[in-house]
């Protein structure tokens, strides 16, 4: 759920714009380097999104930081005993 709730945040913080060439544009800012395009903007969200969930998964596996969005924090915490 948490992980569900994390791209629910990311999402609803996206920005879409469209081009001079008709083509719908859209990226994440919170999210570093998390962008698309489509031909209809409902494409170029689904497009996003897909990008979004591939940065996370690259992110955690490579032990990246990645952004705390909605006080939901997806990073491992490296305890200390």
Same mark, same amino acid.
């Given at each position: 759920?948490?992980?569900? &709730? $994390? =791209? $629910?945040?990311?999402?609803? #913080?996206?920005? $879409?714009? =469209?081009?001079? &060439? +008709?083509?719908? $544009? +859209?990226?994440?800012? *919170?999210?570093?380097?998390?962008?698309?395009?489509?031909?209809?903007?409902?494409?170029? #969200? /689904?497009?996003? @999104? *897909?990008?979004? /969930? +591939?940065? =996370? =998964?690259?992110?955690? #596996?490579? +032990?990246? @930081?990645?952004?705390?969005? *909605?006080?939901?924090?997806? !990073?491992? /915490? !490296?305890?200390?005993?």
């Amino acid at each position: 759920m948490m992980l569900t &709730d $994390y =791209i $629910y945040a990311a999402m609803n #913080r996206a920005k $879409y714009e =469209i081009l001079e &060439d +008709g083509i719908f $544009y +859209g990226e994440i800012p *919170d999210c570093q380097g998390v962008w698309s395009s489509g031909k209809t903007l409902e494409e170029c #969200r /689904e497009n996003l @999104q *897909d990008a979004l /969930e +591939g940065w =996370i =998964i690259l992110g955690l #596996r490579l +032990g990246h @930081q990645l952004p705390i969005l *909605d006080q939901i924090n997806l !990073n491992f /915490e !490296n305890e200390v005993a």
